[in-house]
């Protein structure tokens, strides 16, 4: 009787192992599915996920499968937004949009994960990694025809901005249409700055050297255990917000291009070997014995505004500060106290800044062609870019100000960001120079961004090229693993560099970093040449 | 009788010792239920860890997804040249190494002498009130438990810091001084382990039958003899198997101790950086699946050669106690 | 029978300072969870705040619907978990603590193994998503590495080897009992507090873990699989992304998580396993007596 029962017990377990195959489709959420013909995307694969391989009604609509970032919730009115997208776009250009939410963090593997397994996905976004990672492991296709024949109004109106898709000088990701350049500085308390007497312009440019004598009069009034600068572990702020350079579409590791000293020329240098870099390590260990900045800048867990909004600090520096007024808006916002910006490098553009945001085509999308047209459609279509950024009018925003084109809009009364219906904290879709604006915002807000943004003269002698890192990627790692070591301790003035400025460039030196350079450089010219 | 039951010769074949008598022969009728009974075991583990097993191999190319895992290109070694491109490379294994046999000696010393104690315990609700307590720090987070130790050690609001000052000396940037971690990481693993670990040990002590400390005590032995004469030597297995087990994982660690808890400060990376930190900085920016699986490779291979090795040893000595 | 006490006395000293050694930290985890944030930043975190506030618990209440689903879920989880890895796992150990079976040595090898070498997550995922489909379902929080492991496996066949005399299990097998029997009446008995050891083991793995969850299920059609742990770590990540990331051009920043919501996050998530642990404890205390009691 035993065997019997061991024996049943041994295979309802094999039962529920195998059934839990079948089981995939059961908790599908999808509405209706009408996915264009192919089943088989790839050859080594043989199933998707919520593959409901239903016959197309009108076989011309192509379902397009873009990522959506989020903190890892899905907002409840996600599928309204959708349906409204739909309408417009089905008719317009016969595709469908599904949207995919994906935690931000994870993009990255995501993506990777979903190629590797031939899962079909269409639109991906590379967000703050550049398409390197992507294009490494062979996760996304080229797009320079896809472009050209679909894309043009895209071409158009991103403009110098879609130089930071270029990797290797094939063209990889799209970027959002934004501005053209950014402008760096710090983020002060208001109040304080009244009370001492300050008055900042905002049309004026400042250095550290007025920085310095602001802490000064600040701290003298505030204390000893009152700090000057916001700090959070790991972030080199007050170098990123009081200087320019090119980073060349990689990383320090790799050199950069010192913009602070010539516009022209083109012999990339170890940022961390150089005079300007020595006496920024210098002040900022001279800031540390003075106190302006807490000695546990490395280490504290929080993040800078958190630490403003304690009370304890006049502000932080606040590295890209473009945008004006709204950008203000949004530091006070954040704190929770009035902040003034204080403008400390003028406008300029290098490859970096359209990093940021990538839009890609992973290869295990269907159909390109018809990707590419939607995409191009959310770039000339405002209402589509509108619904992604804001949601749906009335129900996640109201209009406090209507536009020509767009509005300025604000939370609907009663509502909080936790409990709209639907809400990006992500600005990284379409051409954001034309859609809604958020109150205190105004109706020309956006224009004067766009002048602003186009009056950028600043450019780096770079901008469109993007080191490859692949020749030389055991230097390259070991490099970055030295400047993890090094950097953080350095910009929070915690040891002497004297001491520590010739170790590190010691360190630097055996991990390769002259190599990694050269090659920067040799990449660098070649490309000058052929422009 | 089932004892004179002859068995065929196809038996013989697979005995390596090809020896007939009556003793070696295996009664396959017997052996089935034990083949039976292992059967879910194996499939989980064939689907779970032998089919995936293929993804070794990624180790050893350059992996493009458009090629797929068996279409990619095979570049030997190339990705684990930047284990060894750093000139700290020798110090982080040494790092990584002197902090797992201090783990496993620490670690299992605390961990015998806490299940032993805790199984003297009269008290039924002392015994369970220390036993829920001690599994605690175990059930932590390290982010959380580096939190807490910024609470202790912060250099502007630390819990010790602000005792020197009262007290005034001078205070410790304790984020910025090497010296004081290895002994503040080692006294944390062991406090975050020590749940775990004594549990282990603490159901192979309850196993002993009574008996046997009855008898001895009747013979007039002591506790302490009891312990060392009745416990440890019944001990000694799991000992042994748990000592084997841990030198198959020397080169690898507990990223959450050596990362989060110094809150990833450089300046300490000479005492806290070990191998898995070292990955983890290198490819940060550059996250390559297979600079990460050659780093995993790495430690896997140098396990094995200390698990086999450590095996073949303690077969030579005891063979029951052997792992295979 | 009388007994020196000194042992007990050593041994409650002992308990003692190390369950305090445990007990502070989290009593200072309890109240971080309560202190306010702005003062936190201020003066660290200290077993006497000045300022407390419950911001942090009510930061994460907002999400309070779908705390009590995967709260549910991961209850689900890993009481399916643990059941079917205590039933798989000991099979299997019974099978390997047979040393006269053939081939015994070459199977504890390719256990063994398998604690070594892994396949990482890019052809694991392939196997489960492809092969097996376990995407979106909820088998994808049950079987994918936490279901067997080689430890375990060990754990419990030495525990067999070692402590269940085989003179018991001659002895029923004279009897003519059959494999099956021996193993449900005897040595399931016998192995009470080493299954109950790695029921605990296994319990605490499924409990916390993140990775499957984030891998396998998606937000749309598996969202509603999600176990605590993985709603805890999507906000966790969060803050880790905005610390690192902190161009707020493209992330809007308002409504920003602080560190004591992380504390209140692990509160959260440990205190369940703090109130269900004693319920099963008794199981860890000696198991049934040997001494010719027959079943």
């Known amino acids: 009787m035993k065997k019997i029962l061991a024996l049943i017990l041994i295979s309802s377990m094999m039962a529920v192992m195998l059934t839990g195959c079948g089981n995939n489709n059961a908790t599908s959420t999808d509405k209706s599915t009408e996915v264009q013909g192919s089943e088989s995307q790839s050859a080594n694969e043989n199933g998707e996920e919520s593959s409901e391989k239903v016959a197309v009604e009108n076989g011309e609509i192509y379902e397009v499968i873009m990522q959506w970032p989020s903190y890892g919730d899905s907002p409840p009115g996600l599928a309204d937004v959708e349906d409204a997208i739909n309408e417009i776009i089905e008719a317009e250009i016969g595709v469908r949009l599904k949207l995919e939410p994906v935690l931000v963090t994870n993009l990255l593997n995501e993506t990777a994960l979903k190629v590797s397994s031939g899962e079909k996905l269409d639109l991906c976004l590379a967000l703050n990694t550049g398409v390197g990672p992507y294009v490494n492991n062979g996760s996304i296709i080229p797009l320079d025809t896809l472009a050209a024949d679909y894309g043009k109004d895209i071409m158009e109106i991103c403009g110098n901005s879609l130089a930071g898709g270029y990797y290797n000088k094939i063209l990889y990701g799209i970027p959002c249409a934004y501005i053209n350049g950014e402008e760096y500085g710090y983020a002060a308390r208001t109040d304080l700055l009244e009370k001492y007497g300050y008055e900042i312009d905002p049309d004026t440019y400042y250095d550290l050297e007025f920085m310095e004598e602001l802490f000064a009069t600040v701290k003298a009034g505030e204390g000893e255990n009152f700090f000057m600068v916001a700090g959070g572990a790991n972030s080199d702020m007050a170098f990123e917000s009081s200087t320019p350079y090119d980073k060349l579409g990689a990383t320090k590791a790799s050199g950069v291009l010192p913009l602070w000293k010539s516009w022209e020329d083109t012999e990339i240098v170890n940022l961390f070997a150089s005079d300007y870099y020595a006496a920024y390590a210098q002040r900022m260990y001279d800031w540390a014995q003075k106190r302006y900045l807490s000695s546990d800048m490395a280490t504290t867990s929080e993040s800078r505004v958190g630490l403003v909004a304690s009370g304890n600090y006049l502000g932080c520096f606040a590295g890209n500060i473009s945008g004006g007024k709204m950008a203000e808006a949004d530091y006070s916002n954040q704190t929770g106290m009035d902040m003034t910006l204080i403008r400390l490098v003028e406008p300029y553009s290098a490859m970096n800044m359209f990093q940021n945001v990538l839009w890609c085509i992973p290869a295990t999308c269907e159909n390109p062609e018809k990707t590419m047209q939607f995409f191009n459609y959310l770039y000339i279509d405002n209402r589509i870019s509108n619904l992604l950024a804001y949601g749906i009018e009335g129900v996640s925003y109201v209009v406090v100000e209507r536009g020509e084109d767009n509005s300025v809009i604000a939370l609907p009364e009663g509502f909080t960001i936790d409990n709209l219906p639907y809400y990006s904290r992500f600005g990284v879709y379409g051409n954001r120079l034309n859609q809604h604006v958020k109150s205190p915002g105004t109706l020309t807000s956006l224009k004067e961004l766009r002048d602003w943004s186009e009056n950028i003269t600043r450019k780096s002698p770079a901008l469109g090229y993007c080191f490859v890192s692949d020749s030389v990627s055991a230097e390259y790692s070991a490099v970055t693993a030295v400047i993890v070591q090094y950097q953080a301790i350095i910009s929070a003035g915690g040891a002497n560099p004297e001491e520590q400025l010739p170790r590190f460039l010691a360190d630097l030196e055996a991990a390769g970093i002259n190599k990694v350079i050269e090659e920067n450089q040799r990449q660098l010219d070649k490309w000058l040449a052929d422009q | ?324 | 029978m009388r007994e020196k006490p000194t042992i007990r006395i050593i041994a409650h000293i002992w308990m003692f300072i190390v369950s305090m050694l445990a007990l502070l930290p989290f009593q200072l985890l309890i109240i971080a969870s309560f202190t306010d944030n702005n003062y936190a930043s201020i003066h660290g975190f200290s077993f006497f705040p000045k300022q407390w506030s419950a911001d942090a618990y009510l930061y994460i209440m907002n999400k309070w619907a779908t705390i009590g689903r995967a709260y549910l879920m991961t209850i689900i989880v890993t009481i399916v978990g643990v059941a079917l890895s205590i039933i798989i796992t000991t099979l299997f150990a019974y099978g390997l603590s047979n040393t006269k079976l053939p081939g015994v040595k070459v199977i504890s090898f390719l256990v063994i193994f398998t604690m070594l070498f892994n396949g990482g997550l890019v052809s694991t995922y392939y196997s489960y998503v492809n092969l097996f489909h376990i995407r979106n379902t909820i088998w994808a929080l049950i079987f994918p590495g936490l279901l067997m492991n080689a430890f375990n496996i060990i754990l419990v066949k030495n525990y067999i080897r070692n402590s269940i005399p085989p003179s018991l299990m001659e002895a029923a097998r004279i009897d003519g009992a059959s494999e099956y029997t021996i193993f449900f009446r005897i040595v399931v008995p016998l192995s009470i507090p080493i299954l109950a050891t790695i029921g605990l083991l296994t319990g605490i793995a499924y409990w916390n873990d993140w990775q499957n969850g984030l891998y396998y299920l998606t937000q749309r059609d598996g969202g509603h699989l999600y176990t605590i742990q993985v709603v805890l770590n999507t906000i966790n990540e969060s803050i880790t992304f905005l610390a690192v990331n902190p161009d707020t051009s493209v992330t809007s920043v308002t409504d920003l998580p602080s560190t004591t919501v992380r504390m209140a996050i692990a509160m959260v998530g440990i205190i369940p396993i703090i109130l269900a642990y004693p319920f099963f404890q008794k199981y860890f205390v000696k198991g049934i007596t040997l001494g010719g009691v027959k079943e």
């Open chain 2, 1 to 324: 009788m089932k004892q004179s039951r002859v068995v065929g010769t196809q038996i013989n074949k697979l005995k390596n010792t090809g020896s007939t008598s009556r003793k070696n022969k295996i009664r396959w009728k017997d052996m089935i239920p034990f083949y039976v009974m292992m059967i879910p075991g194996m499939v989980y583990l064939i689907i779970n860890n032998y089919i995936p097993m293929f993804g070794i191999i990624i180790a050893f190319k350059k992996l493009d997804f458009q090629k797929g895992i068996l279409g990619s290109e095979w570049i030997g070694l190339d990705n684990f040249k930047f284990l060894f491109a750093s000139k700290d490379a020798w110090t982080i294994t040494r790092n990584t190494v002197l902090y797992s046999v201090a783990f496993i000696v620490l670690g299992s010393l605390f961990a015998i002498t806490t299940a032993i104690l805790l199984n003297e315990v009269r008290s039924r609700m002392a015994s369970r009130l220390y036993q829920s307590l001690i599994l605690l720090p175990y059930l932590m987070s390290w982010v959380v438990v580096s939190y807490l130790g910024f609470a202790f050690l912060s250099s502007e609001t630390g819990t010790i810091n602000s005792m020197l000052r009262s007290l005034g000396f001078q205070t410790i940037n304790f984020y910025n001084e090497p010296q004081y971690w290895p002994f503040i990481l080692i006294f944390t693993n062991l406090w975050k382990t020590i749940g775990y670990g004594t549990i282990i040990y603490l159901s192979n002590v309850v196993s002993i039958s009574k008996e046997y400390y009855e008898a001895a005590a009747i013979d007039g032995a002591t506790k302490w003899q009891q312990i060392r004469k009745i416990t440890l030597p019944l001990l000694k297995p799991t000992i042994i198997t748990m000592f084997i087990l841990q030198l198959g994982n020397v080169f690898r660690s507990d990223f959450g101790l050596f990362y989060q808890m110094p809150r990833g400060s450089g300046a300490l990376f000479s005492v806290t950086r070990t191998l898995d930190v070292y990955v983890y900085t290198a490819l940060m920016k550059n996250s390559d699946f297979g600079m990460s699986s050659a780093a995993s490779f790495y430690q896997s291979i140098v396990g094995f050669i200390l698990i086999v090795s450590a095996n073949a040893l303690v077969r030579k000595v005891n063979k029951d106690n052997a792992l295979f």
